[in-house]
């Protein structure tokens, strides 16, 4: 069973709407958590970085948030571009072997106009 | 900052040939690399952890003969697929990890789509 579970594993909305990324995991004792943005052909780059400690992390229309009771992080996005169109990645570094990224297997994030 | 690049950015080779992809830290110094590898629709998976200087690490599964890691300076780690076959083409991503960063956090190159034909 993956560590990282990602839900939905695709999403299609209109221009303009807001839309909301879920990551659950398992990986315990973790650092922190990251959302990447993947487009298409392309290696992901880094939308948020949170600690353990941190419940909430905003990157322009991007806004993570993160419950270590629940184990849970969600990716929100505001006014959808058609540029958001990507695969969104959350990624967990356990504290032990800090090296290695545990990933989700990505939410496909379609905008259509 | 914390740029990372890889040459070529696709490639296109017979089976049976080898091919050599770059990674680059553009503006940091690394002393370790990483090297991943992602099929269609599936997310990246690691194949083996670059240090500078000394032997890779390898993932459990990914055979160090058939792809060598060379990690010759603080800001190259080169990846050879030696004698490629069509299951090997994919798409390879490499990242970079700054010296004594605390965060761990990883830059990621663009990515090199691999075709065997």
């Known amino acids: 069973k993956n560590q990282v579970e990602q839900s939905p594993q695709s999403l299609i909305i209109l221009e303009g709407k807001n839309c909301t990324l879920q990551?659950?995991?398992?990986?315990?004792?973790?650092?922190?958590l990251r959302w990447y943005k993947q487009d298409t052909g392309r290696g992901p780059v880094s939308l948020t970085i949170?600690?353990?400690?941190?419940n909430t992390k905003s990157n322009g229309r991007y806004t993570a948030t993160l419950d270590a009771d629940t184990k849970q992080s969600s990716l929100h996005i505001t006014a959808s571009q058609l540029s958001d169109s990507a695969s969104y990645i959350c990624?967990?570094?356990?504290?032990?072997?800090?090296?290695?990224?545990?990933f989700g297997q990505g939410t496909r994030l379609t905008i259509n106009p | 900052g914390a740029v990372v690049s890889q040459h070529p950015s696709w490639v296109i080779c017979k089976s049976g040939t080898s091919v050599k992809i770059e990674c680059r830290s553009l503006?940091?110094?690394?002393?370790?690399m990483f090297w991943y590898r992602q099929f269609p629709k599936q997310s990246l998976m690691l194949m083996a952890t670059?240090?500078?200087?000394?032997?890779?690490?390898?993932e459990q599964g990914v055979e160090k003969d058939k792809f060598l890691i060379n990690h010759a300076s603080l800001t190259l780690s080169t990846l050879t697929v030696t004698s490629a076959h069509p299951e090997d083409s994919s798409f390879y991503i490499c990242?970079?990890?700054?010296?004594?960063?605390?965060?761990?956090?990883?830059?990621f190159g663009p990515g090199t789509r691999l075709t065997v034909t």
């Open positions: 990242s970079a990890r700054a010296n004594r960063d605390p965060t761990y956090e990883q830059y």
């Open positions: 949170m600690t353990f400690s941190e």
């Open positions: 990624v967990v570094i356990p504290v032990f072997r800090a090296q290695k990224l545990v």
């Open positions: 503006d940091f110094q690394a002393t370790t």
């Open positions: 670059s240090n500078e200087g000394s032997k890779a690490t390898y």
């Open positions: 990551c659950n995991y398992t990986v315990s004792p973790f650092s922190n």
